[in-house]
Every structure is written in C-alpha cells, then in structure tokens.
C-alpha cells in the first residue's frame, strides 16, 4: 500500500527554520518524482518544489526560491524541504506528494499520491 508521510512541521518565529520530512512506503522511491505542496486557508493549493525521480530534476516557486532547499535519500525512502528564512506567509498545511516520472513539475494534478500534510506557522 502506498503512503506518504509528511513529519517536521510545528511553530516558528519569523526567520526561522524548518525541515520537513517525507517517508515514503509502499513503493520504489528512485521510480517517483516527488513535490511538495502548501495549502493555506482560503487559498488555491500551491506547489512550491519538486524533485524527479533519481534527482533528474529539481524546481522551486519563485515564491520560496533562494530560502527553500529540496533533497532526497532513496536508500531511507525519504524526501527533505529545508526551509530558512521563513515568513508568516508561508504559514499553511504543506504536504507531500508522488508521481511516476523522471522530471517532476509544481502542478498539483501531475501527482497521483498525496500525504497527509503538516502544519507549518510562522508567527512571533
């Protein structure tokens, strides 16, 4: 069966850090392209990276270039989103989420496997 399980979200003050975790199971991690999404309320689900599958690709919203930083470790089954410099706009649910591709893009209906999300606040 196939899971996603987005952990490491939590409270932080303006300028701050996170790092974001999403284990994978139930399939063959080097075969997935891997994105992670952000959802706030009242507002259209965003994709903010990705990485294909065997990092043939990686790509960034403009809105989180520069401060967030996406990694993967197949040998764990597990995709990062190192986040620095954060914001009270980047408060939101984020969630992770796979496709079966080389190269990964930042349209959520490319992904056909969603986790369940975690929460991320940014506030002082």
């Known amino acids: 069966q196939l899971q996603l399980a987005e952990s490491g979200g939590g409270l932080v003050q303006p300028g701050g850090s996170l790092r974001l975790s999403c284990r994978v199971s139930g399939l063959t991690l080097d075969d997935y392209a891997i994105g992670w999404f952000r959802q706030a309320p009242g507002k259209e689900r965003e994709g903010i990276s990705c990485?294909?599958?065997?990092?043939?690709?990686?790509n960034y919203a403009d809105s989180v270039k520069g401060r967030f930083t996406i990694s993967r470790d197949n040998a764990k089954n597990t995709v990062y989103l190192q986040m620095n410099g954060l914001k009270p706009e980047d408060t939101a649910a984020y969630y992770c989420?796979?496709?079966?591709?080389?190269?990964?893009?930042?349209?959520?209906?490319?992904?056909?496997?969603w986790g369940q999300g975690t929460q991320v606040i940014v506030s002082s």
């Open positions: 989420a796979a496709d079966r591709a080389a190269y990964c893009g930042l349209g959520f209906y490319n992904y056909e496997y």
């Open positions: 990485v294909g599958s065997r990092g043939a690709s990686i």
